[in-house]
């Protein structure tokens, strides 16, 4: 049997809510690269009838763009694991699964996990495969990447040790605080000013922007070349677009465009999910927020819960 080419896949790392979609859309803008936007999400999208509509406007289940996606690689027929295992929801993934931390190692992973993840490999790559030749049909003939901005540290850890791909990860990270900030204001109103409520999701946001960040580290560690892997800080990307973005081309062997980054909401034509930033139209600015509108207890909280770890980024 003839060898499948690698596909070339920019897998975004995040926690989410940490700047992932700026530069998602950065690299979407660029001449060589295309993104399918939280690919794993599709599934979702099609089994609850469409929740958000794909950027150019139309839902997801009459996009002309997905409808021929669903033609081709249609994910919901595919082997079981799927491409959305370890997105139990649509808004919703297990931060912590006990039974996989072991996958992170650098063994041999058990013939019964081998098998699961070689499935879940070629699923991805067929979907992968088909939006690359759609988006070269739709868009450019040029395009050589593809990205991937699910952020989730499981499925990318199954994507690499599928080895089916010449990945290249993007690891975003934004200040602990700030972080916790953006989740907190999130919450319902009858919740946002209840201190109980507001203490215990400033932790849990806290602890989970510890364990999804190790994770991400620990597989570029224990499973990427040192070149295949570079930590982004949101407030680097925020403050600093062209330069940073530059940094992001070299690492992944591309020449810079500037016009990627003027012309950033240039760069999701049809993409899957994301943050709401998507359909705003205001350019790039550091949100420092949080810096005047988290009370002092939950700063304090968020420091003391990621002491263990924000140090690897620069925190």
């Known amino acids: 049997m003839e060898q499948q080419p690698k596909i070339n896949l920019i897998y975004i790392g995040s926690i989410g809510h940490s700047g992932s979609t700026l530069l998602e859309s950065m690299l979407g803008a660029h001449s060589k690269m295309t993104t399918s936007g939280e690919i794993h999400m599709w599934p979702h999208e099609i089994l609850q009838g469409g929740v958000k509509p794909c950027i150019c406007g139309e839902s997801v289940l009459e996009c002309p763009v997905w409808c021929e996606m669903r033609r081709r690689a249609d994910p919901l027929s595919q082997p079981e694991p799927q491409m959305h295992l370890f997105r139990e929801q649509w808004d919703a993934g297990h931060t912590v699964r006990l039974d ?87 919450l319902p109103k009858e919740y946002a000013n209840r201190v109980h409520r507001r203490l215990y999701e400033t932790a849990r946001q806290s602890l989970k922007w510890s364990i999804e960040n190790s994770l991400i580290t620990k597989t570029a560690r224990n499973h990427l070349a040192s070149g295949d892997y570079k930590l982004v800080n949101y407030e680097d990307l925020a403050s600093d677009p062209m330069g940073t973005f530059k940094q992001i081309c070299d690492m992944i062997g591309c020449e810079f465009e500037a016009d990627a980054v003027t012309n950033f909401r240039q760069g999701s034509q049809h993409t899957i999910a994301g943050n709401p930033m998507r359909y705003e139209v205001k350019g790039i600015v550091l949100d420092e927020k949080w810096k005047t509108k988290l009370p002092a207890y939950l700063r304090v909280t968020s420091e003391v819960l990621t002491a263990m770890n924000r140090s690897v980024y620069g925190y």
């Open 100 to 186: 996989r931390l072991g996958d992170f190692g650098k063994g041999a992973l058990p013939p019964k996990v081998a098998k699961q993840v070689d499935v879940y490999g070629q699923n991805n790559y067929d979907v992968f495969k088909a939006f690359l030749d759609i988006m070269r049909e739709e868009d450019s003939s040029e395009l050589d990447w593809v990205i991937d901005a699910s952020k989730d540290p499981y499925r990318l850890l199954w994507l690499v040790r599928s080895q089916r791909f010449n990945i290249k990860v993007l690891h975003v990270v934004k200040k602990p605080p700030s972080f916790a900030y953006s989740m907190v204001k999130r």
